[in-house]
């Protein structure tokens, strides 16, 4: 089993910055990439970044150099592995639910809740 909960959303003016929390708990070592999507009313969900537990990162085209994506390494007591959606230079069409995804050799894809990410210009 693999519970990802969100927190960070909320509203900001262009040009400022938000940064995305993801806890994962779990069976946190069956999971290799995780990541944040967006979503806006009536259009598929897309990726925004991901990363894998090596470290390795993708960005959509349209956040690189304005969005970093990072990753603890697993607590000590086993209990949770976070991930970080760092946001500068918000733009309005950056608005969008934001999900945390994660993908598990184990249980598969997960997803959280989603968090709601306002850019007003």
């Known amino acids: 089993q693999v519970k990802l909960v969100e927190s960070g959303g909320g509203l900001v003016q262009a040009g400022g910055s938000l940064r995305l929390s993801c806890a994962a708990s779990?069976?946190?070592?069956?999971?290799?990439?995780m990541g944040w999507y967006r979503q806006v009313p009536g259009k598929q969900r897309e990726l925004v970044a991901s990363i894998t537990r090596g470290g390795s990162t993708n960005y959509a085209d349209s956040v690189k150099g304005r969005f970093t994506i990072s990753r603890d390494n697993i607590s000590r007591d086993n209990a949770k592995n976070t991930v970080y959606l760092q946001m500068n230079s918000l733009k309005p069409e950056d608005t969008a639910v934001y999900y945390c995804?994660?993908?598990?050799?184990?249980?598969?894809?997960?997803w959280g809740q989603g968090t709601q990410v306002t850019v007003s210009s």
């Open positions: 995804n994660a993908l598990s050799w184990t249980v598969g894809e997960r």
């Open positions: 779990g069976s946190l070592f069956s999971i290799n990439t």
